[in-house]
């Protein structure tokens, strides 16, 4: 490793990784991503794989959309198979003044693009014929929503990374962020310091010790969200099912495999990755709610990962305005995997100093000193 770079990316997860590709593809390599434990030991190796355009807000439904397009392509892109399959996303209403939003919700995402549809409980069952809607009041679809290999995507944008003569270290924990005045200087770790002026945080659900090193503040706090995976079974499920009434979501893998997760409403925000028997209780109850024929089926493991959260549970992009040249690629509450391709793409953008392809002055961290924000009500899990 040397010891000055252009730029420093903390994270190597998707877009830390995602990032540095960006900014390889446009030439500029004098790049470090560095992660403190392996690549993908945060969130982007933690999650379900969900690619969903089914957003509330309008800056999440953009982005989603762009990602989308590009995930079609990403395999032949990364040259890895990363197992993108549109069998859609199926969200699922249980009382009428959220099939009502439903309705507001699909208006929006057609008019951005996304061909989303409102659906009875009937046609739900049509698409999932195991479904029990004795409870159900409406749903939605999107077809073009799918599900993709999490650690593929990883791989691929390591490897292409590497053959780009990008650094990438394992195993290195930035201790501090070293300024002066507004500029940055040097990124101390455990393996030594770093020259740079730029640094890109992309730290997950440790974003918020990141940029309070550089002497910045984002208001993102942590939140354990857990996760399960079952034996292998005779595969029927097309789409990701979702509730966020229920705060459930499971899909099936190409290979039989059930993955699926739940949110715990009490759950305390903090550094946490370990399992609870709570939630396999709660989710296997759950899931059988939903899909009765699941009752035979064995889970097999169980983990968890942080939700980087924020107050809007939008993500914060852009740079902040105590430190120049200090990116935040962070707070996506749940949902950074999905919209990583023109997250990234824009991020690399504005280390180059170029327009970037898509506004985000909306997501930008100073908005939290308005009162006036939208909060997005799509996150499930």
């Known amino acids: 490793m040397s010891e000055e770079y252009g730029a420093v990316i903390i994270g190597g997860g998707v877009n830390g990784l995602g990032t540095a590709y960006h900014l390889g593809k446009k030439g500029f390599t004098d790049v470090v991503v560095l992660d403190k434990s392996y690549l993908g030991y945060g969130a982007s190796g933690r999650n379900g794989g969900g690619i969903r355009q089914q957003w509330t807000s309008e800056e999440n439904i953009k982005l989603a959309v762009e990602s989308r397009k590009m995930f079609e392509d990403l395999d032949e892109e990364l040259e890895e198979d990363i197992e993108f399959y549109q069998g859609g996303y199926l969200v699922l209403s249980f009382d009428q003044e959220e099939a009502d939003e439903f309705k507001e919700n699909v208006?929006?995402?057609?008019?951005?693009?996304?061909?989303?549809?409102?659906?009875?409980?009937?046609?739900?069952?049509?698409?999932?014929?195991?479904?029990?809607?004795?409870?159900?009041?409406?749903?939605?679809?999107?077809?073009?929503?799918?599900?993709?290999?999490?650690?593929k995507v990883i791989h691929g944008y390591a490897n292409?990374?590497?053959?780009?003569?990008?650094?990438?270290?394992?195993?290195?924990?930035?201790?501090?962020?070293?300024?002066?005045?507004?500029?940055?200087?040097?990124?101390?770790?455990?393996?030594?310091?770093?020259?740079?002026d730029t640094v890109v945080n992309a730290a997950g659900g440790w974003s918020a010790e990141v940029a309070e090193m550089a002497g910045a503040e984002i208001p993102n706090i942590p939140v354990r969200h857990e996760i399960m995976v079952t034996e292998p079974y005779q595969r029927f499920l097309e789409p990701m099912v979702i509730s966020f009434q229920h705060g459930i979501y499971f899909s099936q893998s190409e290979h039989g495999n059930i993955v699926g997760g739940i949110g715990n409403p009490d759950e305390?925000?903090?550094?946490?990755?370990?399992?609870?028997?709570?939630?396999?209780?709660?989710?296997?109850?759950?899931?059988?709610?939903?899909?009765?024929?699941?009752?035979?089926?064995?889970m097999i493991r169980q983990w968890a990962g942080l939700y980087d959260t924020t107050p809007d549970a939008q993500p914060i992009l852009g740079s902040v305005p105590e430190v120049d040249r200090f990116y935040q690629v962070n707070g996506f509450s749940g949902h950074g995997f999905m919209v990583s391709p023109m997250v990234d793409k824009v991020t690399a953008e504005l280390v180059m100093g170029e327009e970037p392809s898509m506004d985000i002055e909306r997501l930008r961290v100073e908005r939290f000193e308005d009162m006036d924000i939208e909060e997005e009500g799509g996150v499930v899990g």
């Open 107 to 151: 208006k929006l995402q057609n008019s951005l693009g996304v061909e989303s549809e409102f659906l009875s409980p009937e046609e739900a069952k049509e698409i999932v014929p195991e479904l029990d809607i004795s409870s159900v009041v409406a749903a939605t679809f999107n077809q073009s929503d799918g599900t993709i290999y999490p650690f």
């Open 160 to 196: 292409r990374v590497r053959e780009m003569d990008i650094d990438i270290k394992e195993h290195t924990e930035v201790k501090d962020i070293i300024t002066e005045g507004n500029e940055i200087k040097k990124v101390k770790t455990d393996e030594g310091d770093i020259k740079t």
């Open 268 to 298: 305390e925000p903090g550094i946490n990755q370990k399992g609870s028997l709570w939630f396999m209780r709660e989710f296997s109850n759950t899931l059988l709610d939903f899909i009765p024929r699941f009752s035979s089926v064995n």
